[in-house]
C-alpha cells in the first residue's frame, strides 16, 4: 500500500524556519503529484504547495509564497516543504499527500494522505 510519512514539525518563534518531511513508500504508478496541506483548528484544510513528478513544476499558496519552498529528492522519495519567516498564522497541522492527476492545491483530488505533523509558530 501507498504510505506517506510527514516529520519534522515543531514548537518555533516567529520568523523562525521549520522543514518538513514527506517520505513516500508503496508507489506503482509513474505520474503523479504530491501536496502539501494544512488545518488550523476550526478551520478548513487548505492547500499549501505541490510538486509534479512529471516536470517538478511547483505552485503555492498565495499565503505562503516567497517564505516556503517545496522540493523533492526522487532517490530517496521524499518530499521537503522549507518553512521560512514562519508566522502564528502558519500554525497547523500539515499534511502531506498524493493525487495520480494534474497537480492542485484542493484537498478532494488527493487520494492518500500522510498522518500530519504539528507546526506550532509563537509571537
Known amino acids: 500500500d501507498v504510505q506517506l510519512q510527514a516529520s519534522g514539525g515543531g514548537l518555533v518563534q516567529a520568523g523562525g524556519s521549520l522543514r518538513l518531511s514527506c517520505a513516500a513508500s508503496?508507489?506503482?504508478?509513474?505520474?503523479?503529484?504530491i501536496g502539501w496541506f494544512r488545518q488550523a483548528p476550526g478551520k478548513e484544510r487548505e492547500g499549501v504547495s505541490y510538486i509534479s513528478s512529471s516536470d517538478e513544476s511547483t505552485a503555492y499558496a498565495d499565503s505562503v509564497k516567497g517564505r516556503f519552498t517545496i522540493s523533492s529528492d526522487n532517490a530517496e522519495n521524499t518530499v521537503y516543504l522549507q518553512m521560512n519567516s514562519l508566522k502564528p498564522e502558519d500554525t497547523a497541522v500539515y499534511y502531506c499527500?498524493?493525487?495520480?492527476?494534474?497537480?492542485?492545491?484542493?484537498?478532494?483530488?488527493?487520494?492518500?494522505w500522510g498522518r500530519g505533523t504539528q507546526v506550532t509558530v509563537s509571537s
Open positions: 508503496g508507489f506503482t504508478f509513474d505520474d503523479y503529484a
Open positions: 499527500a498524493v493525487t495520480v492527476l494534474a497537480g492542485t492545491l484542493l484537498p478532494g483530488f488527493y487520494n492518500y
